[in-house]
């Protein structure tokens, strides 16, 4: 289902095998976790910059940007944590492909879910100022109201009705009622590689580009555009 | 009789100057500081490094604004007789630009305290288009480029990177030792001078009136109120009501500490009055509520007002206004 086309994906790839093989190598024991971020519109891979086809019309859509943040990963077997990593932040960015895995060094534990929250925690926004991922310099971070910006979306598409076409979705908040922090929850079988799935149909329909294609400020739109992050996310199966 | 007042005179400023060494000092009435030093441990090279950024105008788009701009050393960091704030290509801001002092004991920033840390804190006017119409990850470009610059980070954190983390942290660095303690009032606090008549009937009016909010020493209780301030129709602003979207919160703004207000005119969050005369004058025939639902009524013949005026004069502090330590670094920028 999904495409791999170019030889610098396959490169990629074996890079990535490589960096998670030294991983493990460095591991006293047990195993490393590599969870794949996988960005799909209408059940195929995307990447930046390119052209794809609204799902359900005729209509054409580029990505120029999508980054998010996630944190606070967990496993757990059936209910109960077994592998907790508090306060570690990762920006996700479709632009990075470097990003969009992340090795975890997770031991010898058996799970069947995979959580993590959508966003950067309330605790993390109110204190203070971070550098790496964290640093504001990412451009993820609203600077009127000191908040770090959870989820970012950005390109072009023919349905929307704005100046050069343009979409923007920046969503952000950490204080009721206006929360976008959003715990996502995936049921995965045990295995040392987990692909994710981000179905971006779930959050861009064709009503939303045409109608609204910005959003950059807290409200109720904002909290309902959250509101379909959940549904956004789900387990690929392999094999 | 001279003598004797020349000897206490010079004492006090002594005693109040003994602690001035250090990079950040507590007067011993203050209460504990609300900032977390150990996030970001004050050293001389970070505090320098955030004095300069504080007074250089690369931080905005066209490098025509600093942050001194709007936030001058000889009016407590305020911007003395502007009404609102100025940005690049002859902006005019939403507020009134506030003094900067005493930050370390404040828990959220602006007017509305819309900003939760001192450390984001520079993020809003650099990225603002009314004020310095900047992003940070340009600001880091720019300053990645002069060699001068390279050093600055280099002494304040061992590091040479220059990271957006590291100029907004040096800049919280520098704010936090604008520090204004060393007032008559506080000298009176510490036992070192005593009040005259006219401003020792003045703070009784105050203790009376006025400290219900503006809460000594820091002379505010850092919380949000409506303070009958009527809505300015061109600016349309309901301060901390356009974050919380509540009618608790419509119209209400930061008490704000009403120590040197002698340099932080005009008043209010929009500048609106020029005079402390005026200001006091608002709060006559006006029925207030303290935030904790109690009534407060000013109501003050026109000798109490004299008084009154007395005693916030005694928050002055003019060696705060003239610590060198505080202004133009002139040695970085000839």
Known sequence: ?239 | MKWLMTVLLATTSLALAKNKSELFFKPAHFPEPQYDFNSNPLNKGKVMLGRVLFYDPILSADSSISCASCHSPYNAFAHTDHDLSHGINDQIGRRNAPGLFNLAWQENFMWDGAISHLDKQALAPISSTLEMGETVEHIVKKLRRIAAYKKLFFNAFNDSSITGEQVLKALSGFQLTLVSGTSKYDSVQMGMSGYNIMEAKGYEIFKKNCNSCHVEPLFTNNSFISNGLTLDPDLRDFGRGELTYTSKDSMAFRVPSLRNLSFTYPYMHDGRFLKLSEAIKHYENLDLNDGKGRAIRIRLSSSEKTELTAFLLSLNDKNFLFDPKHQFPRFFFQ
């Open chain 1, 1 to 239: 289902m999904r495409r791999i086309s170019t030889n610098q994906t396959i490169n990629f790839l074996y890079f990535i095998v490589i960096i998670c093989f030294f991983g493990f190598a460095q591991a006293s024991q047990g195993q490393t976790l590599k969870a794949e971020f996988v960005p799909l519109l209408g059940g195929v891979g995307i990447q930046a910059d390119t052209y794809y086809k609204v799902p359900d019309t005729d209509d054409s859509l580029t990505i120029k940007n999508l980054s998010f943040y996630i944190s606070n990963l967990r496993l757990f077997k059936n209910g109960e944590p077994v592998f907790i990593l508090n306060k570690t932040h990762h920006l996700i960015q479709l632009s990075n492909s470097k990003s969009l895995t992340i090795c975890l060094d997770v031991g010898e534990v058996e799970f069947n879910e995979f959580s993590f929250l959508l966003g950067v925690d309330s605790s993390t926004q109110v204190s203070g100022v971070f550098g790496g991922d964290l640093d504001p310099m990412n451009g993820m971070y609203w600077g009127w109201q000191g908040g770090y910006i959870n989820f970012k979306i950005e390109g072009n598409s023919s349905l929307c009705k704005s100046r050069k076409a343009r979409f923007s979705y920046h969503i952000g908040g950490y204080q009721a009622p206006f929360s976008s922090l959003r715990h996502i929850s995936l049921p995965v079988k045990d295995k040392s590689e987990l692909l994710i799935g981000i179905d971006l149909s779930k959050l861009i329909d064709p009503g939303l580009l045409s109608n609204k294609p910005h959003l950059m400020s807290l409200g109720d739109e904002m909290v309902e555009f959250a509101n379909k992050f959940p549904a956004m996310f789900y387990s690929i199966e392999t094999e």
